[in-house]
């Protein structure tokens, strides 16, 4: 009776070990923030800046982080500024933070405003760059007005394949025209919920940066 | 689907009637099977529970006696090792006091000889009188005639015998100064004798205190081993009393190895990786936690090899030399690892403010006087992560006796749920069949128009068979 106790207790363990270690899911976090550069939309850069910081000092060892910018033709590896996957080691990841956050400075110091907004190309930029990075949880930041003017030519009505991508619009502000009719402001924001949702993605908005903390909630 | 029942549709009332009256019949002709099933259902659920309850009670019972039997059988054990504990105490005051008792004994025959001696030496002896005393004391009664030569010699006389007291009187001080040096030289030697004299004493008082423990011990023993029901309740209580202090101590050893795992969970990240995971856990909070059981593991071994803990009985009954083997190994191992916690300890302070440096210049805010480094929390940290494996290390001795107190404890709590389960099943059984002769009851009284005409028919039927008789008569 003892014997097969101990026989039970072992192969009870020996499967709980098993199914320990064939678990393969990532539980990394992969995060792209994209940022506005078209027109008035750079004054509000620094707010962009605390944001960065928020992720650095939040992301974790084995996670992933890219800030790329929105400007004429977003879908283009020029348009990413800094990219990381953190070091498995703390102190290693807490160098590659400082050398992110001095990168990010240098770009926030010397930003040129862009005539046009092609968010749908940043987008599509952020996607591939999340798969590439193969994270568990991936997130697009996008930290622009939702007002997305192309240039001429450009073909972006199409759709993009974001499964399981949670998308958070950040600062969403309100230009002169939304204030003359708020159902444009209203009907930006439901243009790009359905847009992510059709695609499989998950869409939320964020427009309280005090609240930061909400960014990579579930 | 009551639709289907009513018979007159512009009459609901009438079809209810009807169908009362349908049931009412049909409840009555078939008055004695119905109302035998019930009560033979309500017997066979009566039944059924009752015998559950009492093979629950039986198995209670004999839980009840195997408890006794365990309980007993663990307070003997530990009486037994009492007992030997307090022969071995014995048989050391006996080895170290009592075993030179032939020595004692030649020191003090000694002494006392050597005090003997002394003391004769130091006996007064008086000065023997002169043997010429009796002659002057006839010459001292010869009478006074005047004459000179008479003078001059009880003159010379008086001379001598002066001269004879001052030499006296200078030996017989000389005797006594010797006699005073002997006594004062016995001092020291009576000393020794009081002082030895005074350890024999204690020692066989010791002794004696040994053997009424040994007495008490005894009788507690003989009460177990007569299984009576005194020794029983003085074992299941001590039991409880070592369970509940036990759990207490476990506890506390719990929030030192929460506090042991915070204190390594971090720094083994840069090890094993901030990222990696086993499982739904982090590798690093498994790698510590699997050094803290590692620590605990040597801490139950190490107490084992000491024979402080009778857990495994492997160790136990290991040779001595394989034994003392095993205690230097595991202290090493633990030592080993108490140095290794203590560098992790390290390393965790220098991450940590490492961390909140980068947390401030992220934050934008200047490196604060309160951040910059102190060494008095790292040697804190380092010394805690020394102490703490040893500290854990001994877990073994509440541990045994925490093992030991649960199986009593547990079996009285089964005990307990197993006589309350009978008991509710007993219940339970008890209900059914009353309830089953109030649904008889409840039947009677929905067809009692029915059984009251039956019984005018009976009543009417033996009035006529009566007065027939009479008739015949």
Known sequence: ?218 | MWKNFIIWTDSPVLSILVWVVVCVLVFFFARIPAQQLILSISRVLHNAFRLASRSLLYAARRMEMRNREVLLAAGRESTEKLIEREFERVNAVVKRDIQGYPALHRNLSDLVTKIDEDYRESTEAPPSPPGWLNAVESVAKIPSTGDTLVSNMLGEIKNAMERHHKTSIHEYRKASKKRHSLLSKMMPFWRKLTNTLEKVGKTIAGLEDRSLVIDNKMAHYEEILAKTDRAERMLSSSSLTQFVISGIVLLIAMGGAVVNFNLIALPMSEMVGGGSYIGPFKASNIAAMVIILVETAMGLYLMESLHITRLFPVIHTMADRLRYRMIWVTFSILLILACVEAALAFMRDLIAADMQILRQTLAGVAESEATRRSWIPTVGQMVMGFILPFALAFVAIPLESFVHSSRTVLGVVVVGILRLIAFMLRLTGNIISSVGEMLVRLYDLVIFPLLWVERLARTKKKEDASSTKEASQ
Not at chain 1, 89 to 109: G, M, W
Not at chain 1, 134 to 158: P, Q, W
Not at chain 1, 162 to 184: F, G, Q
């Open chain 1, 1 to 218: 009776m003892k014997k097969k106790t101990i026989i039970l207790f072992f192969v009870v363990t020996v499967v709980f070990l098993i199914h320990a270690c064939i678990d393969t899911q990532s539980r990394t976090k992969g995060v792209y923030l994209l940022i506005d550069t078209s027109g008035t939309y750079t004054e509000e850069l620094k707010k962009a800046q605390t944001i960065i910081n928020y992720l650095l000092g939040t992301l974790q060892p084995g996670d992933s982080l890219a800030v790329g910018r929105i400007d004429t033709g977003s879908f283009s590896e020029k348009d990413i500024i800094a990219k990381v996957t953190f070091d498995k080691r703390p102190s290693t990841a807490n160098n590659q933070k400082r050398a992110f956050q001095k990168k990010i400075d240098e770009f926030i110091k010397g930003v040129k405003e862009s005539p046009y907004t092609d968010i749908t190309g940043g987008m599509l930029q952020a996607v591939e760059y999340l798969n590439e990075a193969g994270s568990g949880m991936k997130y697009i930041l996008i930290f622009s007005d939702l007002k997305e003017e192309l240039a001429a030519g450009m073909i972006r009505d199409f759709q993009i394949k974001m499964d399981d991508i949670r998308v958070v619009a950040l600062n969403v502000t309100k230009l002169r025209s939304d204030n003359i009719d708020p159902r444009e402001y209203m009907n930006r924001l439901e243009f790009w919920k359905k847009r992510v949702e059709s695609s499989g993605g998950l869409w939320r908005v964020i427009n309280d940066l005090e609240r930061l903390e909400k960014i990579l909630s579930d």
